[in-house]
């Protein structure tokens, strides 16, 4: 594990091993409980691969109330959980620890309801995202958030990193689309919020659930927004001679009023790495290549197709192709799609970052990647959510070098650094986890950071649930709710008063 | 009692240390367009925050406006609109239901009461649109969250914590918002005399095609003749909003046709009278100016109207419904039947309900917000000390909660 602090481990939980594990035994009876280090090796890492801890024990409830009891028996006896879904995370988000529980949600596999008239789609946290869209799709629906891990990742998952995809611009992230949720505290207490009403009667806890991945609570059942498809969507695939001319077509598309469905962008690299890998005709001579996705009824796209084709004219587009059919939309996206394992081909590893930026500023932090890229002797391939501003760049490096996985993660450090300084943020839809956690600091200062603690105190006071994760260092509650009153000063200097 | 109005962020933190020094609470305000809604707040000052205004960024391109906490909701349309742009989840303005005439309200105040509009259904409410915010907490910290760009998962969502939170967490100063192109053209479909349970498949209906109905509304025929000028007087009408570029609108406003044609008589309603149409249903215009108690309920839309008709049983009331019928406006005949109210909404699936308008003694005597589960507002509870632990924003305006 390269330079990554992790809480430090409670000696007297570790003793208790065998204890712990006949315990979460009789919680979960049968197969849901894995404590022989060969078999709980599946469990050792997510997403960010380059991080991996074996857990205490991992436990695989079946029932709200099994989760219920697992989380008040670890919190009174003062034992750390790790919640996990399908393990997709790209920022270590699952990552476990030595002393924790891994708490597995994959048994919670059902849809609970399918609503219709309210369109709505009830389902236990470990659905697939696709899942989801895959049990409506006979009647013509879907579920919109499409990460482009939808396959594997879960919706419990999803709600604790509030996951976009390539139509968060038009159809918004999981925040958007989740009604409510059934979640357990760590004291083992069940609460639900929000359901299939819209808004909430008091603090949005749900919107603060969202997106606090897995730090606060354990999501048990998701209530889900479920829209009617398109009549149809088309793409335009445009390349630029440089990255400039792309953005500016972006901005001029928006100006224009047009909220395309997906907006991609790929650079040089990109293109070249995905076209080798799948032949889908991109155009290899463009710095920088768009497709363009408008969605919605025939009408409509035969009106907006001529004005996007128009306005990437303008901005000096030289290629130019519009989908005539369904087959031909589905390659223009095939590379855009198939972007990170092309860019593993060409690389024995890559790092996937996460930024968002404001898009104006893309040639400035394009530019400032590329001295980068010379600094660190690492190439960087670029695919971009360009309607959002939300920026994956894709590190190459080899990890069998030694050294070069440090040099890649300073290099995508440096990158999230650029990223704030334009105005821009550390991570758009992959989460903090542990990936950025050391970054927090670029982006808050104490107070800003201690007040988020404070709202994790309020949840999970003894900082049980996660721990690790987000936060680049662990306030106590009692040492966060202090209040320091100066009442020698002043009260109300200087303000206009009537 | 004194009345504070601060002019910069730095002062508003200078008010709260003061109050903080003193332990005397603070009403917060921006324009009090909304300070009939809650309970009373006893407070020792007045922080108000209508002095503290400007839009202080807006780049249309990229889609983002920032502007401070007091900045009149009137002004910022204004701007947007000059731009084709837009608050896409078009909040209401509560100055007709309350009698005081429109276009009062603060910036502050929309994220504050989390407004929306009919078009909640499908662009949602302020919560889903704010962005990022700097804020002052009742700690006498200021302290901020999220950024000013649209897609942002950094840190817990403290700006969303903020939407319907009554200014009882924290005193926000300033926000960023996601605007959005507005849409080209509308037109309302209304389907004419039908009775509130096949409204509320009609409706359905509507919205679960492809048409991108944006607004979706029953007017039972003791309302219709209240809004757009009296133009749907004589029978109930459920309207159908489809917004978008020309050619798109009229070929989906032809589908709905199509789709609903078995539904009952139909007319169509063009741009202009729309909009004045969906402004009067946004603002709760039929209910306006009068004296007698409102709730806003928010339910499943199947369910609505089948909790309006077994309420009907037991007390007086008016009713119409926005969001395909799951946002149900009730006007009571007489007394607020809170929990007449209450237990019917829990006898059809749940919800919520806000007692938007009473008389004073009402909003001391009752929950205006709909009371919670105990471990719920615990947690609620101790999120509200988290941020404010000597309770001085705000004190009881939300009472079981804040």
């Known amino acids: 594990m390269s330079g990554l602090t992790m809480p430090p481990s409670d000696k007297a939980t570790l003793a208790r091993r065998a204890e712990i594990v006949a315990d979460m035994r009789l919680i979960v009876p049968g197969e849901g409980v894995v404590d022989a280090t060969s078999e709980m090796r599946a469990f050792e890492t997510d997403g960010l691969t380059a991080y991996r801890q074996l857990p205490m024990v991992v436990v695989l409830p079946e029932t709200t109330r099994q989760v219920a009891r697992i989380l008040k028996y670890c919190n009174e006896r003062n034992i750390k959980v790790v919640p996990r879904g399908s393990g997709t995370s790209l920022s270590g988000g699952a990552l476990p620890l030595e002393d924790a529980v891994l708490l597995v949600m994959s048994r919670f596999n059902r849809i609970l309801d399918i609503d219709y008239p309210n369109r709505i789609v009830v389902a236990q946290p470990g659905v697939t995202n696709l899942g989801i869209s895959i049990a409506v799709e006979q009647d013509g629906f879907y579920y919109a958030p499409d990460p482009s891990s939808q396959i594997a990742c879960s919706i419990g998952g999803n709600v604790a990193e509030n996951s976009g995809g390539v139509h968060c611009l038009k159809y918004g992230l999981t925040a958007n689309n989740v009604l409510g949720i059934e979640m357990v505290l760590m004291n083992g207490e069940i609460v639900r919020l929000g359901g299939r009403h819209l808004d909430a009667e008091g603090y949005d806890l749900l919107g603060i659930m969202t997106g606090s991945e897995g730090l606060l609570g354990v999501v048990t059942e998701v209530t889900v927004r479920i829209l009617k498809r398109p009549d149809m969507a088309r793409a335009l695939l445009v390349g630029f001679p440089s990255s400039e001319e792309a953005g500016q077509c972006v901005a001029d598309i928006i100006a224009a009023g047009i909220i395309p469905g997906g907006m991609e962008m790929m650079d040089r690299p990109a293109i070249h790495a995905a076209e080798a890998f799948v032949h889908a005709g991109y155009p290899l001579d463009v710095e920088a290549l768009l497709i363009v996705e408008l969605d919605g009824c025939g009408a409509e796209l035969d009106h907006l197709i001529g004005r996007v084709e128009e306005i990437a004219r303008q901005n000096g587009s030289v290629t130019c192709r519009i989908s005539q059919s369904e087959e031909e939309r589905l390659v223009f996206w095939l590379g855009r799609k198939a972007a990170f394992p092309a860019v593993g081909r060409i690389s024995p590893d890559y790092y996937c970052m996460d930024g968002t930026i404001p898009r104006k500023e893309l040639p400035r932090v394009l530019h400032g990647m590329r001295e980068l890229s010379e600094k660190y002797g690492l190439r960087v391939a670029n695919v971009f959510h360009a309607g959002d501003g939300n920026l994956h760049p894709l590190i190459l490096y080899d990890a069998n070098i030694p050294g070069e996985l440090d040099k890649a993660e300073a290099f995508g450090a440096d990158i999230l650094k650029l990223c704030v300084k334009v105005g821009g943020v550390l991570t758009g839809e992959h989460g903090v986890g542990v990936e950025k956690r050391d970054l927090m600091g670029e982006m808050f200062n104490q107070t800003d950071l201690d007040q988020q603690m404070r709202v994790k105190c309020a949840f999970d006071p003894g900082h049980l649930l996660n721990p690790g994760k987000v936060f680049p260092q662990l306030r106590r509650c009692a040492e966060l709710g202090r209040m320091h009153i100066h009442r020698g000063q002043m009260p109300f200097p200087d303000i206009p008063r009537f | ?402």
């Not at chain 2, 002062?11 to 609470?25: I, K």
């Not at chain 2, 999220?146 to 009554?166: C, E, F, P, Q």
């Not at chain 2, 192109?181 to 359905?204: F, G, I, Y």
């Not at chain 2, 009571?332 to 007692?355: C, K, N, Q, W």
């Open chain 2, 1 to 402: 009692m004194t009345t504070f109005t601060p002019s910069s962020s730095e002062e508003v933190l200078s008010v709260v240390l003061g109050a903080l020094s003193e332990e005397a609470p603070l009403e917060i305000v921006g324009h009090g367009s909304k300070r009939g809604i809650g309970r009373l707040v006893q407070a020792a000052h007045t922080l108000d925050l209508s002095a503290l205004s400007g839009v202080t960024l807006y780049e249309p391109e990229e889609l983002i406006l920032s502007a401070k906490a007091g900045t009149p909701l009137a002004e910022i349309g204004k701007l947007l609109d000059d731009n084709r742009q837009q608050l896409a989840f078009e909040p209401m303005d509560y100055g007709p239901l309350f009698g005081d005439g429109p276009g009062r309200g603060t910036i502050g105040g929309v994220l504050a009461a989390n407004i929306s509009g009919p078009r909640r259904i499908k662009a949602g409410a302020a919560r889903d649109h704010i962005l990022g915010i700097h804020a002052v907490s009742g700690r006498g910290e200021a302290f901020k969250s999220g950024g000013r760009v649209v897609k942002n998962v950094t840190g817990y969502d403290l700006s969303k914590a903020m939407a319907g939170s009554w200014g009882t967490l924290a005193v926000v100063t300033d926000l960023t918002f996601k605007v959005l192109p507005a849409a080209e053209t509308e037109t309302t479909l209304a389907v004419r005399d039908l009775t509130d349970d096949v409204a509320a498949n009609v409706m359905a209906h509507a919205m679960g095609s492809s048409a991108e109905v944006s607004g979706a509304a029953h007017l039972p025929v003791l309302v219709s003749g209240k809004v757009a000028g009296g133009a749907l007087s004589g029978a109930a009408a459920t309207l159908l909003r489809v917004e978008g570029v020309t050619p798109s609108v009229a070929w989906r406003i032809g589908h709905l046709k199509d789709l609903l044609k078995a539904a009952g008589e139909m007319q169509e309603i063009g741009a202009e009278q729309s909009r004045a149409l969906w402004r009067d249903i946004r603002d709760c215009a039929p209910f306006a100016g009068g004296k007698k108690p409102v709730w806003r309920v928010s339910m499943a839309p199947s369910e609505a109207h089948r909790m309006v008709d077994a309420l009907r049983r037991q007390a007086g009331a008016n009713a119409f419904y926005d969001w395909q019928g799951g946002l149900i406006w009730l006007e009571m005949e007489a007394d607020p039947e809170a929990s007449a109210l209450r237990a019917m909404i829990r006898r059809f699936g749940g919800g919520h309900a806000t007692l938007i308008r009473a008389a004073e003694p009402e909003r001391a005597a009752l929950d205006v917000f709909e009371p919670q589960p105990p471990a719920l507002a615990a947690l609620s509870a101790r999120l509200k000390a988290e941020f404010d632990p000597k309770g001085i924003l705000n004190p009881g305006r939300m009472s079981g909660t804040g």
